[in-house]
């Protein structure tokens, strides 16, 4: 089913949080998809990472319900290759944020097997937690 | 005498690491000091415009560095070695967020105020550059037992090179570790995939998506005809080599590929060979050796 | 050069002076009271008339200025109306009929900086409009008889640079009988061009095309070709530009040689070919291309074994009519021209800056440039490599890009791109042809329709913008990745061939010229022209003039129209024999100067000189700025049209009906961008602060502490210096000239203890409107917090100010 959106000023809000969080002129993106095509977790992604940027463009809030900002590594290619210089690994970070401050926890610690939280480094194990807990 | 920044892990699963890390610096003529009272740096930057209170761990360390001049400890030596690519990235971005926004550095220093204010003076370097700095021909001189023969391909992983404000190298051309492995005699096989990510932190959730980045990292640089593989983060090492059992369920055809830190291959090369830490990596680079004739005596 | 006479600065006996206000259709006056603004100067002395008019700029109005000035003998005019920058000329002119100087004309600003900013307070509008033309009325008071200064121009012009700029450039100056230098650093003319197959959207080939014009150029008597030469300096002005090229050896007589090529037969030197790209090679001794101009072989001394005998000396050797010549030497030309078109043109963007490319390491990614010569020598029956059947081109390369530090676009690479892969596609439709885009600016004429075209054959255009190329080691075939943005899916292809559209960057010779000529450069890089919009293809430096792409990327029907506005500007400044110049130059007042010669170096424009122990001013050089001024402890510098007593005059005039509790700021505002931007603030009928008076200036570094100090004490609460920002200044030193005058002046309010924060300098560009009007409201309000400056610090402030400026050093 084609989405029909009508845009509001409501939408207006959703970007310039998402703006200000991240301190990215989030609107300067001109959609050259340069970061899709360096992001290496985008195979597993519902939405591209410009497409991300586009949404929030929109003001679209369902931007936050999609899984690729939980996919994103923070490796920062996108934020070398951009070029319009815009810090994509920000904007994921604030919408990551946004739900993350609401106390929705992306994953459940308690949840992972015993015998792989000890294989795992601690270094996994707290920037696991700092990227997905809140 | 250098101050330097273990972090979590190298105390821990990446010991050997930090001890062949040591003695081969001792080796360079730099002793390296671990840093007192130190706390861990947290692994990742928080990149949110308005998180100051992660930035406060890193920036503890960074304060350590400043009082061991004013005690006296040290004598105006504001430099921080780290060794983990993580533990880098952090303490030099939380640096640089406060030098760029003296009013954070404010807040941060009232907050803190428990400890003297961060005066901004420390310097973060990685082990790399420190090496850099001591010269790759020193480097080669110091070398007892060249690896020639061995071929070796780079992985820089992601926060070493990335984003520009805290690169130690060209973020799509870095050449520090060929240039490295070259002052130990060994041959350096490019891969172009040796800045790709290692999937760093989803390998808590998702270590199918690690396993085929693993795959597809380790399958490049064998395809340009690598032996193995050095790192230089312990994420990326649990990636790229403990990982490779997840990747074999997959993949049952992947041939192991041994990966190593690189300062294994710098103790080896510099004949230290009880600090080597073969014995600790999750896939074993002993055999390899030996077919090279590189191995060690004794028990590493 | 004549000097003008300026007619003796006596005022005479007795100023007539008329003054005329403007109803401007009631623009003006719906808001201000404009008869009682004309009967408020009825009393002053020198006031014969004072008369409103529905429309002053009419033929009505400024008749009747012109009999006024006949009937009541006037010689003095004020004009309350619209801003001087809108009809200043026409009331200039306006007097010049009627035969009095145009220089005795004072405007008043009562629209743009008044009625209309002010629109909501007509009894304060009214007020500030009577104390404009106050204003104004004190100036004219002291305004000299003076006249346009005029000065002789020849008819030469240097044309630097040798492609099709400054061939179109050099031809219609020659065709219309002015005498043209035309230096090029290569061996022919005929730049870029050259090395292009075909050209968009026509697909005319670009030689032939080309061809014609060169050997126009090579038979047009009145344009000396200096080939293989560069410029090794320029000093001078306009009129009176020396010029010295250094001209380097080809070692080949051009008269003599028949070009039939034996010599490179017997060469045994080989090197790089610059027509393609270093993708083939030539020897030693060659011809440049096969259209050049002069035809004529060239001896690369660098490539060659040597000219001794024991090294070498083939092509001497078998050289029939006796062409080869050893004994040729550089030579250092020198000459004289009077005005220059400066056409250095561009260089390609250097791919391998983009690593993610792997340009120069993977043998199968190449330039658009070195697909060009491919498609040449493939039609000519000598392919140069195979370009397989599956080629991408990579969009926006070096352009469009803060990775690579330049956020331009580089406007033809779409259009070239498309030019390409058409020609690739229907030289063989088997081929699988993609280009990789973010945008396709398809925006001239013919090129939309081009487009469809290449649509239409089959060339897939895909919405992405590559990441990365990766080679495969064996096959040496490169993969590429992007996003297809439209669908939003990740493309993942291997191919032959992979050209990167490359973009233009200025060409590496024009860094040096533009320092030998002043000239600036815009944000992107290439020259900057003197306005955007009204002047694209003059500079700031008088009768230097840009064409073609050292301007700014442009396709060749863009730079062929661009060569001749430039040319028709040059002889727009030369055909009369002559050219006219506004009289706002520097002068000395003789019996003040001591010949202390502290002014001497601090002229920006090198216009002042000491001769006979006193100073001495070229007004040819001399632009106007007022940066000498301040640095004169005998006060003996002056400027006409804005001298020292008439600043203080209408300084005094603005702070003269002060009231009371009153706050009155002075706003200074310089002609190119303070005062503009004063009315475009008007204009948009923004208000601001009414307690605001605005006196306009050539520059702001006209306003020497010494005229702030004594604003200050004679009442004035606040000062503010609006000024044209660095990069779009005309006057390049007058941001730092001004930030010393400001500080020395802040500095001396300190010593009295009068707070620094009463004078400002903001640098301004002539959009920011809300900047403007921020900065003035935020004045006034400093102003009146502050409140009025005590008597006793006023009194130590005037004492021994000179001392206080002068005493000890003159660092100002």
Redesign the interface.
């Known amino acids: 089913m084609i989405p029909k959106i009508v845009l509001t000023s409501g939408h207006v809000d959703f970007l310039k949080k998402v703006s200000?969080?991240?301190?990215q002129v989030v609107t300067q993106c001109d959609q050259c998809g340069t970061c899709s095509a360096s992001c290496?977790?985008v195979?597993?992604m519902d939405i591209t990472p410009a497409q991300m940027m586009r949404l929030v463009q929109l003001g679209r809030r369902e931007v936050l319900e999609s899984k690729a900002m939980w996919?994103c590594?923070?490796?920062?290619?996108c934020?070398?290759r951009c070029p319009r210089g815009l810090?994509l690994?920000?904007v994921a970070?604030?919408l990551r944020?946004i739900q993350l401050r609401q106390a929705i926890d992306?994953?459940d610690i308690k949840s992972?097997p015993k015998d792989e939280i000890e294989?795992?480094?601690?270094?996994?194990?707290?920037?696991?937690c700092?990227?997905?807990t809140g | 005498m250098i101050p330097y920044f273990p972090?979590?892990?190298l105390k821990?699963?990446?010991d050997f690491f930090e001890t062949s890390a040591l003695r081969v610096a001792r080796c360079l003529g730099t002793e390296l000091i671990e840093l007192p009272r130190w706390n861990?740096c947290?692994?990742?930057t928080?990149?949110?415009?308005?998180?100051l209170i992660?930035h406060v761990a890193p920036l503890r360390d960074l304060i350590r560095v400043e009082d061991m001049n004013t005690s006296g400890e040290i004598y105006q030596e504001y430099r921080l070695v780290a060794l983990?690519s993580?533990c880098f990235h952090v303490l030099k971005r939380a640096h640089l967020r406060v030098m760029q926004n003296p009013g954070e550095l404010e807040k941060i220093n009232n907050l803190m105020y428990l400890e003297s204010d961060y005066q901004g003076k420390v310097s973060v370097l990685h082990f790399l550059e420190l090496l850099r700095d001591i010269g790759f021909p020193k480097i080669q001189r110091t070398v007892k037992r060249p690896l020639a023969g061995l071929r070796v391909s780079p992985y820089y992983g992601?926060?070493l090179?990335?984003?520009?404000e805290v690169a130690i190298d060209?973020?799509?051309?870095p050449a520090i570790l060929s240039h490295l492995l070259e002052a130990l005699g060994a041959e350096v096989i490019n891969n172009?995939f040796k800045?790709?990510?290692c999937?760093?932190?989803?390998?808590?959730?998702?270590k199918a998506?690690v396993a085929?980045?693993t795959f597809d990292i380790l399958s490049r640089a064998r395809?340009?005809g690598a032996e193995c593989v050095i790192t230089s983060c312990?994420?990326c090492m649990?990636n790229l080599a403990?990982r490779q059992k997840e990747v074999r369920e997959k993949h049952p055809e992947f041939e192991p590929m041994p990966v190593l830190y690189f300062t294994q291959l710098m103790a080896l090369a510099f004949g230290l060979d009880d600090v080597c830490g073969f014995d600790q990596n999750a896939v074993d680079a002993r055999p390899l050796l030996q077919e090279k004739g590189l191995s060690t005596r004794g028990a590493s | 050069m004549s000097s003008t006479e300026f007619t003796s600065r006596e005022q005479s006996q007795m100023k007539r002076t008329g003054v005329y206000v403007c109803h401007c259709g009631g623009n003006i006056s719906e808001v201000v009271d404009v008869k009682r603004v004309a009967e408020s100067v009825l009393g002053q002395p020198d006031v014969v008339l004072a008369k409103t008019h529905e429309h002053m700029c009419s033929e009505t109005g400024q008749n009747l200025v012109i009999n006024d000035i006949k009937e009541h003998r006037l010689d003095r005019i004020v004009i309350a109306a619209c801003s001087p920058q809108f009809q200043g000329p026409t009331f200039k002119a306006t007097l010049d009929k009627a035969g009095l100087s145009p220089y005795v004309l004072e405007m008043a600003n009562i629209r743009e900086q008044c009625a209309w900013p002010h629109f909501g307070f007509p009894g304060e509008a009214t007020r500030k409009a009577m104390s404009l033309v106050g204003m104004a009325l004190a100036k004219v008071d002291l305004d000299e008889i003076l006249k346009k200064l005029t000065f002789p121009i020849g008819r030469r012009v240097l044309v630097i640079g040798g492609g099709i700029a400054g061939i179109q450039a050099s031809l219609d100056l020659g065709d219309a009988g002015f005498d043209v230098y035309l230096v090029e650093k290569e061996a022919s003319i005929g730049g870029k061009m050259m090395q292009l197959s075909r050209t968009f959207p026509t697909e005319d080939c670009a030689a032939c095309i080309l061809s014609p014009k060169m050997a126009d150029v090579a038979a047009n008597r009145n344009i000396h070709m200096l080939t293989y030469s560069e410029i090794e300096n320029i000093e001078g002005y306009l009129g009176h530009y020396e010029v010295t090229v250094k001209k380097k050896p080809t070692y080949v007589n051009p008269d003599k040689c028949t070009c039939c090529g034996d010599c490179v037969d017997v060469c045994p030197a080989v090197a790089p070919n610059e027509l393609d790209q270093g993708l083939l090679s030539r020897k030693a001794i060659y011809l440049p291309s096969p259209i050049a101009v002069p035809h004529a072989y060239v001896l690369d001394i660098k490539a060659c074994l040597g000219l001794l005998p024991i090294a070498c000396g083939k092509c001497k050797e078998i050289c029939d009519p006796g062409a080869v010549d050893f004994n040729m030497r550089p030579e250092l030309i020198r000459f004289t021209v009077d005005t220059i078109i400066v056409a250095t043109g561009y260089d390609i963007f250097d791919a391998g800056q983009k690593?993610?490319y792997g340009f120069g390491q993977y043998e199968n990614v190449v330039t658009a440039l070195d697909v060009e010569r491919m498609i040449v020598h493939a039609a000519e029956g000598n392919p140069m490599r195979p370009m397989g059947k599956r080629i991408a081109f990579i969009q926006c390369v070096g352009s469009r890009d803060e990775q690579v530090g330049n956020e331009s676009c580089s406007r033809i690479c779409c259009m070239y791109a498309t030019k390409l892969s058409q020609l690739l596609k229907r030289s063989d439709p088997s081929r699988d042809i993609y280009v990789f885009y973010t945008d396709l600016r398809a925006y001239g004429k013919g090129f939309e329709e081009y487009y469809k075209r290449a649509q239409g054959d089959g060339v897939k255009f895909i919405r992405g913008r590559p990441a990365e190329l990766?080679?495969d080691?064996r096959t040496k075939k490169v993969t590429l990745r992007a996003e297809d943005t439209l669908t939003r899916t990740i493309i993942e292809s291997e191919f032959d061939l992979v050209v990167l559209s490359v973009g233009l960057r200025p060409n590496e010779g024009t860094e040096a010229i533009a320092k030998l000529l002043r000239l600036g450069k815009s944000p992107d890089g290439f020259l900057q022209e003197a306005h955007p919009k009204f002047r694209p293809v003059d500079t700031l430096t008088d009768g230097v003039f840009l064409a073609g792409t050292v301007q700014g990327p442009k396709d060749i029907p863009d730079t062929v129209a661009q060569a001749s506005a430039a040319s028709s500007r040059a002889i727009r400044l030369m055909n009369r024999g002559e050219y006219d110049v506004d009289p706002v130059t520097a002068f000395v007042h003789v019996e003040s100067c001591d010949g202390c010669g502290l002014c001497v170096d601090r002229c920006p424009s090198q216009a002042l000189s000491l001769s006979a122990n006193v100073a001495v001013i070229n007004e040819a050089l001399c632009k106007g700025c007022g940066s000498c001024i301040a640095h004169c402890p005998k006060a003996a510098l002056d400027l006409h049209c804005y001298t020292n007593d008439q600043m203080l005059a209408q300084v005094r005039a603005a702070l003269s009906d002060k009231e009371g509790p009153d706050v009155r700021t002075l706003i200074f505002a310089d002609d190119m961008t303070g005062y503009r931007l004063a009315d475009n603030v008007g204009t948009a009928k923004m208000s601001y602060a009414l307690d605001s008076r605005i006196i306009r200036v050539p520059s702001c570094s006209r306003v020497t502490p010494q005229l702030m100090l004594q604003a200050i004490a004679l009442g004035a609460d606040g000062l503010i210096l609006c000024e044209s920002e660095k990069n779009s200044n005309p006057y390049p030193h007058s941001v730092p000239t001004i930030m010393s005058h400001v500080s020395k002046a802040k500095e001396i309010l300190g010593q009295v203890d009068i707070a620094q924060d009463r004078i400002h300098f903001v640098q301004f560009v002539t959009v920011m409107l809300a900047g403007f009007v921020n900065n003035i409201n935020r004045l006034s309000e400093i102003a009146r917090k502050l409140g009025p400056i005590p008597a006793e610090p006023l009194q130590r402030l005037s004492q021994d100010m000179d001392k206080k400026l002068f005493g000890g050093d003159h660092d100002s």
Do not use: N
């Open positions: 200000e969080l991240s301190g290496p977790m195979d597993g996919i590594a923070s490796c920062f290619a934020t070398v810090d690994s920000k970070e604030a944020q992306h994953i992972i294989r795992l480094p601690q270094i996994a194990l707290v920037s696991g700092r990227k997905f | 972090g979590c892990t821990t699963k990446a861990c947290g692994t990742v928080s990149l949110t415009s308005d998180d992660h983990c993580m992601c926060l090179l990335r984003p520009k060209d973020p799509e051309d172009p800045t790709r990510c999937g760093s932190y989803q390998t808590v959730c998702d998506a085929e980045l395809q340009e312990p994420l649990f403990d | 690593k993610v990766v080679e080691p």
